[in-house]
């Protein structure tokens, strides 16, 4: 069974054809998550405050869904400067405990969605399963 979650409360409705949950069995897929508050405006100049900012979009899709940050088994990074990803982690560690850190992949690119954004992540996570 494949479930998909177009509109997530908390978050600004999507800006293309997307949906920011897909569930596949119990695999959770979500869309690359910026730092774009419920009104779209972007949240915050520097990597420590996109970073913030795109980790409660997380939360609040994980959450829309059943499922939380420990459900986290693989993290994509998309950043447009990679020397900046120490602190991203600074913001990751607080998320998760020390033995529970998912799978990462870190790559630079060019350019994101938007201008002003520094950072997506995109995630894959376990439904939570009783």
Known sequence: MIK???EV???????EPYSYVVRAGDTLYLAGQV?????GKIIGATMKEQATQVWKNIKTALEA???SLENIVK?????????????EI????????ETKFPAVTAVQVSALGLPGLQLEVDIVAVANVY
């Open 90 to 97: 600074e913001i990751r560690k607080t998320l998760f405990l």
């Open 75 to 87: 993290i994509n990074y998309f950043l447009q400067d990679i020397r900046e990803l120490n602190e």
């Open 65 to 67: 869904v059943g499922s």
């Open 35 to 39: 730092a774009l508050d419920e009104t």
């Open 9 to 15: 409360t908390g978050l600004i409705s999507p800006l």
């Open 4 to 6: 998909y979650y177009k």
